[in-house]
C-alpha cells in the first residue's frame, strides 16, 4: 500500500492507495506515528479513495489508531469511502466510531 | 472445475495463496466484487487458521478447494490443525461505542456477512469449513 501524507491548517491527511491488509501494517503506523508525534497536526484523515481492498487486519490497525489517537488529544475522521471497502466498514460499524467526511 | 491449491499455515502460505487468487481470477474472468468477495472471506478464513495453527506444535496444512462452476462460488478450507469452528462463535455485538470496539470477532462477521451459508465439520482429523457466496449484487442480509 502507499501512503501520501500532506498537513495544511493543522489537518494531517494519509492518503492511502492500493491494498489495506496485515502486510500494511509496519508503513501505516510509522505513517500515522509521524503525525501523531506532530504537534501541528491537530486531525488526522485518513482518505480512502484508492484503497481497492481491505479486510479485519486493516480494521483492527483502525481502531488502534483511533485509540492512540484520542490518547493524544487529536481528532480522526475518513474520508473517500466508496464500493466495497464502504461496505467492509459499514459491516463493521465503523460509521458510528469514526467521524465519516464526503 | 474444482480448484485446489495447497499450502501452509504461514504468512508463506499466505502469499502464495494471493498468487493463486490472482491466477484463477484472471482465468475464470471474475468480476471485481466475486474477486473480492472471495478474496476476503479466504483470507479471513485462511488467517484465523494460522493464528489457531501455532498451537499445534508441528506444520499445519491447509487445502483450498473453489468450485466456481454453478451460480454461486463454493469454497472448502480443510486444514489439519487443531478443532476450530468458526461457525460456533456468537455473532459480535458490534460496538457504538469506541470504548467497545475490538478487533476481535470481525474476520468472522465479514465471512458470515459475506456468505449465503457457512458450515463446519470435524472429520478425520481435519477441520472442514465449507462456505457459498454469492456471484454479484448485494451481500446477503447475514
Redesign the interface.
Known sequence: MLIRDTLVDGTATLSLEGRF??NSHRDFRNAYEAMLNNPQAREIVIDFAKVD?L???A??ML??L??KV?AAGKKISLKGLQG?VK??LE???FQ??FNIKP | MVERLDLTADHAGLEVFSDWLTDLAERHQLTEGDRFRLELVLTEALTNIMDYAGQAGREVGITVACDLAGDDMTVILSDDGPAFDPTAWAAPVLPTRLEDATPGGLGIHLMRQYSLAMTYVRETGHNVLRMRLPRAGEIPSG
Do not use: H, K, M, P
Open positions: 491488509d496485515f481492498y479486510d479485519s487486519s480494521l483492527g481502531l488502534l483511533r485509540e484520542d466495497t461496505q467492509v459491516i463493521a460499524n458510528r466510531l
